[in-house]
């Protein structure tokens, strides 16, 4: 059990807005499967183009998502309500209003309030309206149907104003899902903290593009679909990105974070923890692997604390954020490979790298030159046995 923006919640676990939450019985899956929360489907007053789920799959890397069938606000009220109906799940309403008006967001927020929604997340995020057009024909071809999502999340001042709005119209928590697609994330997390947000939400999202057929005319790999647009990034090529900017949204405000990107294990869910975020918010893992992945998650992290003795998550949330300090204040250690002969397979791995001559392989078996290490520690992430460790010198 831990607190968030007042609200108990079972466990960190949130699905993210997705079309894992854009049906009632994926809801009830969620749940069964241990989640605390979901984020519906992404609604607007009126979605600008009708789509269809088309995705991009890079096998154990990275998706993408250019198209997608999002929720008109009748819909998506009707998802809620039912949601609230059948499920304990504590439920985001995740909204954006494509207009240039701050009502469009009050109505929606409003509507969700009224129908049972325990949070408003502020979707700032979403790049496949808006954003891609921008990214193809430039800032000046932008509709004013083309304003909400990531166009949103990259200003300072609409932001600021919006979450004033959205605070105004609704007594329930305002979280702001920002996107990644600005030069300092920590820059767009203080405008929603001085309009008075009571969280910010960060999961992925990078504009991104597929691979292509180089046989084929350069063609994207997407299925069933014409063409192709700058598309929303997920999965495991997000998580070290996502790790930096949480961790910079934890040190520049006083508003608690939701993070994701990428988390497919206990462990990636309690590292994204340890850089700051008080909840985690999965989705490529469970659309790739089936539900089963959230359950072990959870699962994973109850036993995690039992076995590190916390009796709550409170223990470990921004743990490593004592060790982030600028590059200037960095000190190296000095140090070496060291080899367990026992686990040593003489596979020769350890000597691959081309920019260094420390490991040299004899006999099958590999030889340390200590004053040629340079410290970058590839060869100990190379070795498939975890033959090698790192000796730090005193």
Not at 71 to 86: C, F, H, I, Q, V
Not at 171 to 176: A, L
């Amino acid at each position: 059990m831990l607190e968030f923006c007042g609200v108990n919640f079972k466990n960190p676990m949130v699905i993210a807005s997705s079309p894992l939450t854009s049906e009632v019985k994926w809801l009830i899956e969620a749940e069964k499967h241990g989640a605390a929360a979901a984020s519906t489907k992404l609604a607007f007053i009126r979605q600008p183009f009708y789509g269809k789920l088309r995705m991009h799959t890079y096998k154990n890397n990275a998706s993408i998502i250019c198209y997608d069938r999002r929720k008109d606000m009748e819909e998506s009220l009707r998802l809620m309500e039912e949601g609230k109906k059948k499920t304990n799940l504590v439920l985001f309403a995740n909204i954006t209003n494509d207009g240039r008006d701050l009502d469009g967001w009050s109505l929606l927020a409003k509507k969700h309030e009224e129908a049972g929604a325990d949070f408003i997340e502020a979707n700032m995020v979403c790049p496949n309206v808006g954003l891609s057009t921008k990214n193809i024909k430039g800032e000046e071809a932008l509709s004013n149907t083309e304003q909400g999502g990531a166009v949103t999340g990259q200003d300072p001042e609409r932001i600021e104003a919006i979450v004033k709005t959205l605070k105004e119209s609704v007594d329930i928590p305002v979280v702001v899902k920002l996107t990644p697609n600005v030069a300092d994330i920590g820059v767009t997390a203080k405008a929603a903290e001085r309009g008075g947000a009571d969280a910010v939400c960060l999961a992925g999202a990078q504009t991104s593009l597929p691979l292509v057929d180089i046989y084929n005319n350069g063609r994207p790999k997407y299925h069933l679909l014409n063409g192709v647009s700058h598309g929303s990034l997920g999965g495991p090529s997000t998580k070290l990105m996502c790790f930096s900017h949480v961790a910079n949204i934890a040190k520049k405000t006083n508003i608690p974070v939701i993070g994701g990107g990428g988390l497919e294990t206990a462990e990636d869910c309690i590292m994204m923890m340890m850089w700051g975020a008080r909840l985690v918010t999965v989705c490529t893992a469970a659309m790739w692997y089936g539900w089963e992945v959230i359950e072990k998650q959870v699962r994973g992290m109850e036993e995690y604390l039992e076995k590190m003795g916390y009796k709550s998550y409170d223990e470990f949330i921004g743990m490593s954020l004592q060790y982030l300090r600028s590059s200037s204040e960095l000190e190296a250690l000095e140090g070496w490979p060291t080899v367990d002969m026992e686990k040593c397979i003489g596979c020769g791995k350890c000597a691959k790298p081309g920019h260094c001559d420390a490991i040299e392989m004899v006999d099958k078996r590999p030889k340390v030159y200590p004053e040629r290490c340079l410290g970058c520690g590839i060869c100990i992430a190379q070795c498939p046995t975890g033959a090698l460790t790192m000796h730090v010198e005193q």
